[in-house]
């Protein structure tokens, strides 16, 4: 039985260790199937697809005995990620992969493992906790803290960029990045001036 319908945001582990966010739900052009567009929160940030019905199925035992997870992925809290725990939300140990598509428009501050490799490069943890505290939180004036902090400790890659406009539905235009990170900054600054206005009115 499905554990979860998976949705736009949501961080799953993949029963071999490694963290996915969904990205996308899509639908087949052809075929009419509807797909699971999930990224990799580790080296170049991937970005795959897999059929739905295969995303929240469960392991197939007879090819992966050794396996305990009842899913192929398992949904997270970001809340233990923040905390350095990277317990799933129900099943404690982690799921198969899928076939990579073409590498997608979001991406890549380092080499990257492939999905079936179990742990995050230690290189990355920094910029990777930044990102899910960045993604969990509400408050405009906390991610405009955290996106201060990863530019003065030089995290805020391309990719990087990409990915952090992307959750707040912006687009940084290409160019210079030390200009697409001030672009960026400026945005989450100006939302932290909006929402503080709207509060008080």
Do not use: W
């Amino acid at each position: 039985m499905p554990q979860h319908d998976p949705r736009i945001g949501e961080i799953y582990r993949h029963f071999k260790g490694n963290l996915y966010q969904i990205t996308g739900i899509a639908t087949h052009s052809e075929t009419r199937e509807k797909m699971v567009v999930y990224q990799a929160l580790y080296g170049d940030f991937g970005t795959y697809v897999r059929p739905y019905d295969m995303f929240i199925s469960e392991v197939d035992y007879e090819k992966y005995p050794e396996v305990t997870a009842q899913y192929r992925f398992t949904l997270v809290n970001p809340a233990t990620l923040r905390q350095g725990s990277t317990r799933p939300v129900a099943n404690p140990t982690p799921q198969p992969v899928s076939t990579p598509v073409a590498p997608s428009v979001t991406a890549a501050p380092k080499a990257a493992p492939t999905e079936e490799t179990t742990a995050t490069p230690s290189g990355e943890e920094g910029v990777y906790q930044h990102m899910i505290a960045f993604l969990d939180t509400d408050d405009f004036d906390k991610k405009y803290e955290l996106l201060t902090e990863m530019d003065m400790m030089g995290e805020l890659s391309n990719h990087v960029i990409d990915n952090l406009a992307a959750a707040l539905d912006v687009v940084i235009p290409d160019g210079d990045l030390d200009s697409r990170a001030d672009q960026l900054k400026v945005c989450v600054r100006t939302r932290a001036r909006y929402e503080s206005t709207r509060l008080r009115g």
